[in-house]
C-alpha cells in the first residue's frame, strides 16, 4: 500500500459579494451612488416596474390576462440590468424581466398583450433586436450565447445579457451556455435572479454549491454575488460585468440575491410551501422602500414627488390597459401566418377551415 | 463542368458554395474543423473559409440548435452539424420549443434561418445509437422543414435551398449513401425546391412512396416488378416536412395501389400520415389496402439484427405484390 499526499493545491477561488446600502460596503466605484438624476431614474422604474405588476395581477384575477409571473420584490435586479445596458446591447430574458424590458422600451401594453394571450406581444416596437420572453427554463441562455458568438464573430462592441432564475442554474444546457460562453470569452454577462426559490424547491435543494456565482469557475470565468435588492449595487456589478465583456475581457456570472415576495406566477400558491413568517421578514429588505429611503434621507425625494409618482405610474398602466384591450383581436387564421415566410402549400387547406369556421381572413 | 460526386462530397460543394456566396453562411459542430466532420462532410472548409467561419465546438448537443437561434437572430445563416442523428435528441427542445416558432411569436421580428444537418438510418455497421430514423418525431414540429437527399445531386440543390430557406430547416443525410454511388453534379449554385416530391420513375399500376436511403430498395423493386410486366410509380417524398400530398394523391388517382417504403418505425411513422390523407382524400381512388414497409416498433438493432429490420427488396415486392394481387 502506499499513500498518496497532497503535493499541492491547485485551485483555490473566491466569490466576491458586493453591496452598496448595508453590509457588505460600497458597491460603486464610479459616481452612481451620487449622481441623483440617475438613482431617480432607477427608483421611478422599479416603481414602474411595481405598479405594472400589480395591475398584471390584478388583471389575471379578473380574467382580463392569462397566468403571470410577478416580480415583486426582484425589481432592483431587473432594473439594474436594464440600467447597465446600452441600447445596441441585446437583452435575452426569462420571464421576470419586466423592470428590465420596461427600461429598454418595450411597452406595458406590450407586455399585457404577451400574458393576456397574443403573440403581438412579443413584436416589440422597440427594442426591435431584443428576445422575447422566454418561459423553458434556461434554454434562453443557448440564444444569449449564439447573439454573443455572432457579435465576437462580428467584432461588435455589443454586449449579450441573459437573464436567468436560481432554477435554471441546474439545467444542463445553461452549464453548456456557460462553457462555451467560456472557451472563446464570448462578450455576454448572465445575470442569475437568485430569489430563492425554484416554484416550490428552495435553493438549498436545488444546488449543493455553496454559491451560484461559483458555477463560472467551472467554465472559467469570474462569478460574483451582489445584493440584488440593492439596485445602486446591481447597476454597479453588471455594468463593470457588461464593459469588461464589451472590451474583449469575457464572460462574467453575477447571482445577484434577492426573494421573490410574490407566488411564483398567479397559478402558484406560495403558502403551500413557505411560512408567512419566512415571506413577512423578507418584506423589511425589499428593494423599492430601500431606495426610497436612501432618497429621502439624502434629501432628494419627498412625499410630494412620492406621491405624484405613484399619479403618473398609475395613469402610465391605465393607459397601457386601456391600450391592450382596444387592440383589435387577432384573426383566428393569422396562426399560419407567422409559421413560415411562406405558408407552405400543404397548409392551405387547414388555414382555409379556420377562415370557414367564422376566422376572418387576415 | 459536372463532376462525379458522392453524397458526402455533394454536402460539401454546397456548403463551399453557400459560404462563397453569403458571408453570413457559418458552419459549426464537433470536429467539422481540422479534421472535417467524422464523415469528412465538412473537410477543406476551415482552412478554405477560415476558422471563424468553421467553428469546432466542444459536446455541446443541448447548446447547438439554441447557439444557431441566437446567430440567427443577428443576422447569421449557421449550418450545425450533428455527428449522428441519435445525438440531435437533445436539440429537439431548441427546435420544438425556439427554432420552429421564434418567426411566430414575434410575428416576424426575429427569424431563424439555420439548417441542422445530422447523418441518419442505419445500414453502415455503426455501433449502438448511430442509425436512428426519428424523421417522423421531426416532422411533427411546426414551423421547421424535414428535408432527406436520396441521391448526390440531390444533396446539392436542396442543401444550397435549405441554406437560403429563411425558416430552420432539418437535414437528413442518409449515411448509408454517403459514399455507395458517384453522380454528376454541377456546381452552378443551382438549388432544388424544397415541399415537393421527385418522381424518380414512372408506371401506371402501383405507387412506391419512399425517402432517403430506402430508395435504393424500392427502386431494386420496382425494377423486378417491371421485369413481370408492371411498372410502378416512384415517388421520392424529399421534403417529409411539408408533405406534398398533391404528387402522391394524383399518382395514386392513376394507379389505385400505394406502398410506404420507410425504415423508421411503423406506428405513428411518416407512413402513416401519408396513408391517413389517402384514406381522407384518395378513398375514392384506392383499389386496395395501402401496404407498408418499415422498420419495426423495436429499438433498431445493433448492425449484427439489422438486416432483419430494414425494409428489404424481398419485402417491398411482398408487400407490393399484395397490393397488387387485392380485387
Not at chain 1, 411560512?275 to 426610497?292: F, G, H, Q, T
Not at chain 2, 424500392?218 to 410502378?232: E, F, K, M, P, Q
Request: with cysteine; glycine share 10%; net charge negative.
Amino acid at each position: 500500500m502506499h499513500d498518496t499526499v497532497v503535493r499541492d493545491h491547485v485551485l483555490t477561488f473566491h466569490v466576491p459579494t458586493r453591496g452598496f446600502d448595508g453590509p457588505g460596503g460600497a458597491a460603486g466605484t464610479d459616481s452612481l451612488a451620487t449622481d441623483q438624476g440617475e438613482l431617480i431614474g432607477m427608483y421611478r422604474a422599479m416603481v414602474l416596474t411595481r405598479t405594472f405588476d400589480a395591475k398584471a395581477v390584478a388583471l389575471q384575477r379578473t380574467g382580463r390576462i392569462g397566468t403571470f409571473a410577478s416580480s415583486l420584490g426582484q425589481e432592483a435586479v431587473a432594473v439594474g440590468i436594464g440600467a447597465a445596458m446600452a441600447a445596441g446591447d441585446v437583452l435575452v430574458p426569462s420571464f421576470r424581466e419586466q423592470g428590465a424590458m420596461l427600461l429598454r422600451g418595450v411597452e406595458p401594453a406590450e407586455l399585457f398583450l404577451y400574458w393576456g394571450g397574443d403573440e403581438r406581444g412579443s413584436d416589440f416596437a422597440t427594442p426591435r433586436h431584443d428576445f422575447p420572453i422566454c418561459v423553458p427554463i434556461g434554454t434562453q441562455a443557448a440564444h444569449a450565447t449564439g447573439v454573443a458568438l455572432a457579435m465576437q464573430l462580428r467584432a461588435d462592441r455589443r454586449v449579450s445579457v441573459c437573464a436567468l432564475g436560481d432554477g435554471a442554474t441546474s439545467r444542463g444546457d445553461v452549464y453548456e451556455s456557460m462553457n462555451y460562453a467560456g472557451v472563446r470569452r464570448l462578450p455576454i454577462v448572465f445575470v442569475v435572479n437568485n430569489n430563492q426559490w425554484a416554484i416550490s424547491v428552495p435553493r438549498a435543494r436545488q444546488s449543493a454549491a455553496e454559491t451560484l456565482a461559483q458555477k463560472a469557475i467551472a467554465a472559467g470565468f469570474p462569478g460574483e454575488q451582489v445584493d440584488g435588492n440593492d439596485v445602486i449595487a446591481v447597476r454597479a456589478v453588471t455594468s463593470e460585468a457588461i464593459e469588461r465583456a464589451r472590451d474583449g475581457g469575457g464572460p462574467t456570472l453575477v447571482e445577484a440575491i434577492t426573494y421573490r415576495l410574490a407566488d411564483h406566477t398567479t397559478a402558484d400558491d406560495a403558502s403551500r410551501y413557505r411560512s408567512d413568517e419566512e415571506v413577512s421578514a423578507r418584506w423589511k429588505d425589499e428593494p423599492v422602500a430601500r431606495l426610497r429611503d436612501r432618497l429621502v434621507d439624502a434629501g432628494h425625494w419627498g412625499k410630494e414627488q412620492e406621491q405624484q409618482l405613484l399619479e403618473e405610474c398609475a395613469a402610465v398602466i391605465e393607459a397601457a390597459v386601456t391600450a391592450y384591450e382596444s387592440r383589435a383581436p387577432l384573426a383566428p387564421a393569422s396562426m399560419f401566418d407567422h409559421l413560415y415566410a411562406e405558408l407552405p402549400a400543404s397548409y392551405r387547406a387547414q388555414r382555409s377551415e379556420v377562415v370557414a369556421r367564422g376566422g376572418a381572413d387576415a | 463542368m459536372p463532376e462525379q460526386l458522392t453524397l458526402v462530397d455533394a454536402v460539401r460543394t454546397a456548403i463551399a458554395r453557400a459560404m462563397e456566396d453569403d458571408d453570413n453562411v457559418i458552419v459549426l459542430g464537433e470536429d467539422v474543423g481540422a479534421i472535417g466532420g467524422v464523415f469528412r462532410a465538412t473537410d477543406g472548409l476551415s482552412s478554405r473559409f477560415g476558422t471563424d467561419r468553421v467553428l469546432d465546438t466542444p459536446i455541446s448537443e443541448s447548446l447547438f440548435v439554441g447557439l444557431a437561434v441566437g446567430l440567427a437572430a443577428e443576422g447569421f445563416r449557421p449550418i450545425v452539424e450533428y455527428q449522428f442523428m441519435g445525438f440531435l435528441y437533445p436539440g429537439l427542445d431548441q427546435l420544438a420549443n425556439h427554432a420552429g416558432r421564434m418567426r411566430n411569436r414575434t410575428r416576424g421580428r426575429l427569424t431563424c434561418p439555420i439548417v441542422v444537418r445530422a447523418p441518419y438510418g442505419g445500414g453502415v455497421r455503426a455501433p449502438e445509437h448511430h442509425s436512428e430514423s426519428f424523421e417522423a418525431m421531426l416532422a411533427h414540429i411546426p414551423g421547421i422543414r424535414v428535408v432527406i437527399p436520396s441521391s448526390p445531386a440531390k444533396a446539392y440543390g436542396l442543401l444550397l435551398a435549405a441554406i437560403r430557406d429563411p425558416d430552420p430547416v432539418v437535414f437528413l443525410e442518409p449515411k448509408r449513401l454517403y459514399r455507395s454511388s458517384r453522380e454528376d453534379v454541377v456546381d452552378d449554385g443551382a438549388s432544388l425546391p424544397l415541399d415537393r416530391c421527385d418522381t424518380l420513375r414512372t408506371g401506371d399500376d402501383l405507387t412506391l412512396v419512399t425517402w432517403g436511403a430506402s430508395t435504393l430498395e424500392t427502386l431494386a423493386a420496382a425494377d423486378r416488378l417491371a421485369a413481370d410486366g408492371i411498372d410502378a410509380d416512384v415517388i421520392d417524398v424529399v421534403t417529409i416536412k411539408p408533405l406534398d400530398m398533391t404528387t402522391i394523391l394524383a399518382s395514386v388517382e392513376r394507379t389505385g395501389r400505394c406502398v410506404i417504403v420507410h425504415e423508421a418505425p411503423r406506428t405513428g411513422g411518416v407512413g402513416a400520415e401519408i396513408a391517413a390523407v389517402l384514406a381522407d382524400e384518395g378513398l375514392t381512388s384506392l383499389l386496395a389496402p395501402v401496404g407498408r414497409v418499415t422498420g419495426y416498433d423495436t429499438v433498431i438493432p445493433m448492425f449484427g439484427l439489422e438486416p432483419h429490420y430494414q425494409p428489404t427488396e424481398q419485402r417491398v415486392l411482398d408487400v407490393a405484390r399484395r397490393a397488387l394481387e387485392f380485387a
